[in-house]
């Protein structure tokens, strides 16, 4: 089971692996998709949630820490870092939004988290 240290990432958020950036809706969500994904080539993984934030995951502690190098993320960072993630990926849609000026934050992050699937 995941840990939060400090404190807990506003939800949605999206969590970097191996292989893909994948939308988290919620806290269970995020032990359903760490179990599912593979963890072997980075001692820690970009995490960002709902508020812009930049978090990291260390896989090998389980932690979930607000202590991250890219901070602040902006709306066309997340949605790039999202869709450079899924190039390689067949089924799954890119994000595409046009005017980023006119949607807010969190309603990039949950369609992106929708995009997503389930665990």
Avoid: C
Avoid at 32 to 48: A, G, P, R
Avoid at 95 to 114: F, H, P, R, T
Wanted: charged share 25%; hydrophobic share 35%.
């Amino acid at each position: 089971m995941v840990q939060y240290q400090f404190r807990k990432p506003k939800f949605p958020i999206l969590l970097a692996s191996d292989t893909i950036v994948v939308g988290v809706a919620s806290d269970s969500e995020v032990n359903k998709w760490i179990k599912k994904l593979t963890f072997n080539e980075n001692s820690s993984y970009k995490v960002v949630d709902a508020t812009a934030e930049g978090w990291s995951y260390y896989p090998e502690y389980g932690v979930i820490t607000p202590l991250s190098i890219n901070k602040r993320w902006t709306k066309k960072k997340i949605i790039d870092f999202y869709n450079d993630s899924i190039k390689t990926e067949e089924n799954k849609k890119k994000y595409v939004a046009k005017s980023l000026g006119n949607i807010k934050l969190g309603v990039i992050m949950e369609q992106i988290a929708q995009l997503s699937g389930t665990p």
